[in-house]
């Protein structure tokens, strides 16, 4: 097999991204549990890890205009999301607010989300999109919306934890 016949069987396994075709590395990006935990208030809610695989990935949490969570096809609302790096809470609706706190590449950070009725045990299909500005300029927040919008998504079959 020449050199073309290696490179297509890597595409086909998806070894391969083409320039401007994706702009992070799904597999292993989202954790393979999703964890119920209790906070303070008593009250229950769920934590999905997710690691920084985004090409370019220094940037400020800001860098992303919104973050939307699905669990089993239905959407979790805007105010029950929460980001968590390093032990810091960030309201989802209220990332693009932040350029002091940096995601780095390949570090962990949790996405929370309290929802109004319990997960039942087993398997659930995640599905967590990122919408983000086109301005990569690490040092510079699209506050007006000047710049376009890109959209990318990981997902997967997480199974239900129970964290005490």
Avoid at 8 to 27: H, Q, V
Avoid at 44 to 60: R, S, T
């Amino acid at each position: 097999m020449g050199h073309g016949g290696l490179k297509e069987a890597k595409k086909e396994r998806g070894d391969i991204m083409p320039a401007g075709t994706s702009y992070l590395f799904k597999a292993g990006m989202l954790s393979d549990s999703i964890y119920k935990k209790v906070d303070e208030k008593e009250s229950a809610y769920y934590e999905i890890g997710v690691k920084n695989q985004f090409l370019h990935a220094v940037h400020p949490i800001g860098w992303f205009k919104k973050l939307e969570v699905e669990i089993d096809g239905k959407e979790v609302a805007q105010e029950n999301i929460w980001f968590v790096i390093r032990g810091q809470w960030f309201a989802a609706e209220k990332m693009y607010t932040i350029s002091e706190v940096f995601w780095n590449l390949m570090e962990e950070a949790q996405i929370c989300i309290y929802l109004p009725e319990l997960l039942t045990t087993g398997t659930h299909h995640v599905k967590c999109t990122f919408i983000m500005s086109m301005l990569e300029d690490t040092q510079v927040l699209d506050m007006e919306n000047k710049w376009p919008r890109r959209v990318e998504f990981v997902e997967g079959e997480l199974k239900l934890e129970e964290m005490v």
